[in-house]
């Protein structure tokens, strides 16, 4: 999943259809102004997406850490507009929830209403407690400057607003990019909207404020976002990050250290780094993809912890999502995706529940079996999906007490072109055997405490765990390579 995010701009489309505004407060301003949605719609909105959001991404499982993050965020609320004592109780009687999702990707974000999620793959890139506060304080602005309601108001006046894409770029035979992600489309509008240049640098301010306010060094915001600009200049394309869109993280680096300097002038001594402490919680955090959670190895998907495989055909990419797998093949001329079906008792029952819905035209259905092993049943057909002719190829196997479903599509008229590989996912579907994928464990950050001064580099094993490279241990510690590290430092060093 991090390379796919690395390597390919996901953008999803969606459509917002305008009814009405409404004209309430803002609680950063004091002002009122129009809004998409009224306040009690936002609360619903994002009551609505979370969970879709923790479905989508999966919850990290660590008590501790998700404690200490909801602790900080509390801390945070207390100084924020939605707290102060001018603030409407609509506001001071909003109740927040703060994530950890379970994802690789750099990435914080926030839902109206007060919903913030940052994921395991941003806390391994933070070095301090600090850090964590502005980013904390960043998502906390964008609640309470509601931002998601001011830019659905823009998009909707005077028409309805086509925003972005779609995923790998092209609308996939006329199904929305939301599908292939398992989201609602409200959910995927909330979760992929891009805030403007003014609301990023409003949250910036506001982020540096309410960590000022609460002493913590809030300069070091600025190191956050030095990691942001060097991963981005690594992969040598922009982050499908909510944090780096506007402005620029180089930008931000700049900008941050002298925001924080305002409120130490304004009289908010700013001394807590908490650097032990952070440390300490994100010792033997998950870094990157999980192999617990299914990779790809050998030209097969591998799933340990349910102990599946299943092949993947050349030129297919292959999404590993924590509710489901997609393949894609090529630009996006043909899809595939395969979810566990909870709701159905045998494969006939899954694959006919797919197959009777309105419009659909079987062709040909009956029952298979995977690998010579496992029950199956199979329908082939196709169905109108705006305006387009798709050819769906469904296939339902029972395995250890589950079904797993796999829905196949393309246009009908290629149908022929990609049955084949279709065919050959489903048909192969089978037990994972090998003891050495079985035990495989993910790679985890392990803090140590340099005993000399050395070069980070020389910290580092000669033999990187999971096809890590130096480059970005020496982003996760916010050094470079050839940085001279001093005796007693605290840093993060990949285990497996």
Request: charged fraction near 25%.
């Amino acid at each position: 999943m991090k390379r796919f995010y690395t390597n390919i701009l996901l953008v999803l489309s969606f459509v917002l259809f305008a009814s009405s505004c409404v004209v309430q407060q803002n609680p950063v301003s004091g002002n009122k102004r129009a809004y998409a949605y009224s306040w009690q719609q936002e609360l619903e909105l994002g009551r609505s997406a979370d969970g879709e959001i923790v479905s989508q991404y999966g919850l990290y499982d660590n008590d501790e850490l998700a404690e200490f993050v909801t602790a900080m965020g509390e801390e945070l609320l207390e100084v924020s507009h939605m707290r102060r004592e001018d603030a409407a109780d609509m506001f001071k009687e909003t109740e927040f929830t703060f994530r950890v999702l379970d994802s690789p990707v750099v990435n914080a974000f926030a839902l109206p209403g007060g919903y913030v999620y940052v994921t395991r793959g941003l806390l391994s890139h933070l070095n301090n407690e600090a850090q964590l506060a502005v980013v904390t304080g960043h998502e906390i602005g964008h609640v309470a400057g509601r931002h998601a309601s001011q830019r659905a108001l823009s998009q909707q006046i005077g028409q309805v607003a086509v925003i972005g894409g779609s995923i790998l770029g092209q609308e996939l035979f006329g199904l929305p990019g939301e599908s292939l992600l398992n989201l609602s489309s409200q959910a995927a509008q909330l979760l992929f909207m891009s805030y403007s240049r003014d609301h990023e640098r409003e949250s910036d301010r506001l982020g540096v404020e309410y960590s000022a306010m609460k002493h913590y060094v809030a300069a070091e915001g600025s190191e956050f976002f030095t990691s942001l600009r060097r991963i981005s200049e690594k992969s040598g394309q922009s982050i499908p990050n909510m944090l780096s869109t506007h402005p620029n993280p180089g930008e931000r680096e700049q900008t941050i250290p002298k925001l924080a300097e305002e409120w130490r002038e304004k009289g908010y001594e700013q001394t807590v780094y908490g650097t032990e402490e952070y440390m300490q919680l994100v010792d033997g955090i998950v870094f990157g993809d999980n192999p617990r959670q299914g990779f790809v190895d050998e030209g097969r998907f591998v799933h340990p912890d349910l102990e599946f495989f299943f092949p993947v055909p050349d030129q297919w990419q292959l999404i590993n999502q924590p509710s489901q797998v997609v393949l894609v093949k090529g630009e996006g001329e043909a899809v595939m995706i395969m979810r566990i079906d909870s709701d159905h008792s045998t494969p006939r029952e899954s694959v006919n529940e797919f197959v009777n819905q309105e419009g659909f035209n079987v062709t040909e259905s009956g029952e298979k079996m995977s690998s010579e092993s496992w029950s199956a049943y199979q329908a082939e057909g196709d169905i109108e999906q705006d305006g387009n002719t798709l050819g769906v190829h469904v296939y339902a196997v029972e395995y250890m007490d589950q079904i797993y479903k796999f829905i196949n599509y393309t246009t009908a008229s290629s149908y022929e072109d990609h049955v084949g590989d279709f065919n050959t996912v489903t048909s192969q579907f089978d037990q994972l055997r090998d003891e050495s994928l079985l035990n495989i464990q993910p790679v985890r950050l392990q803090i140590v405490e340099a005993d000399s001064r050395r070069r980070f580099s020389d910290f580092l094993p000669n033999d990187m765990p999971m096809d890590l490279e130096r480059e970005d241990i020496a982003i996760i510690n916010q050094v470079e390579l050839d940085t001279m590290i001093e005796p007693g430092t605290l840093i993060k060093i990949p285990v497996q």
